[in-house]
């Protein structure tokens, strides 16, 4: 697990390094077309912010939901541990289907 | 059905109900999407508002507030009728349930009748689809909701249909439970873009 868990990392890592000279780029088009003094630079901004913030907004409802009603849910029982062929040797007896 | 078969289907461990049903997911997915467009449209409204100067533009005609709240007051009064009909559905009441989905249905056709009213008049004032963004997003966000209450108010019609010739009891609500989540969704809506569209 722990192999799993580095290897994110240095991916995540590998993966910010090169962007770090592309966050001052923007549209194209939005970007040669309003002036700084503009009163629709305002309005493209405040647009852009809101339509970025939706998906998050959706995402922390739906999920916020799930959650709770996965709480308010009660007990479940747990599904039996299937054991896996480099796992057989931890499996305790009786803790799942053996494949042979 | 076969011995091993039937050996295997007494065999098969109870699976429990999950915590969230499928319809449950799907209804969710519908509500997403529709929320994700309606963002959609009210981000080219805010790119519109605030870039304008003056708000109506001239010449344009203001909209009608003082019928518009009180078209609201009638949309949100049918919470309760929705609210009342699950409930009575939940406690085997099936006239209360199918009484109540219809009044529901009832209130949702008043305000998109006022709302038509109301629109009629505006074109007669020279506001309409061709006015510029003005009239252009005024009726395409009004429009989609109206458009969507319209929708409601036949998924209440089928529900109420369906709670009178016993599909919904008090073991089995989902279609009135779908119907009233959906309901939720558009009340909902209308109490965002009441206050964006009509007062800011």
Known sequence: ?100 | MSAPAAAMATRRPEIPAPFVSNTQLAMAAVIVAEVMMFAGLVGAYLLFRLQAAVWPPAGMPRLPLGITAVNTVVLVASVPAIRGALHAARAGDREGAARGAALAAVLGSLFVLIQGVEWLRLVSHGLSLGSGVYGGSFYVLIGCHALHVLVAIAFLLVVAALVRRGGVDSRRQTPLEMCTTYWYFVVGLWLVLFPLVYLY
């Open chain 1, 1 to 100: 697990m722990s192999h799993v868990v580095a290897s994110f990392v240095v991916a995540i890592a590998a993966s910010l390094l090169p962007a770090t000279r592309a966050f001052a780029q923007g549209c194209a088009m939005c970007g040669n077309s309003l002036a700084p003094n503009d009163p629709a630079t305002g309005a493209m901004n405040a647009s852009i912010v809101f339509l970025l913030l939706m998906p998050y907004a959706l995402l922390a409802t739906v999920g916020g939901w799930l959650y709770l009603r996965y709480r308010h849910s009660g007990p479940r029982p747990r599904g039996s541990v299937i054991a896996l062929p480099w796992t057989r040797a931890a499996a305790r007896p009786g803790s799942g289907p053996q494949e042979d």
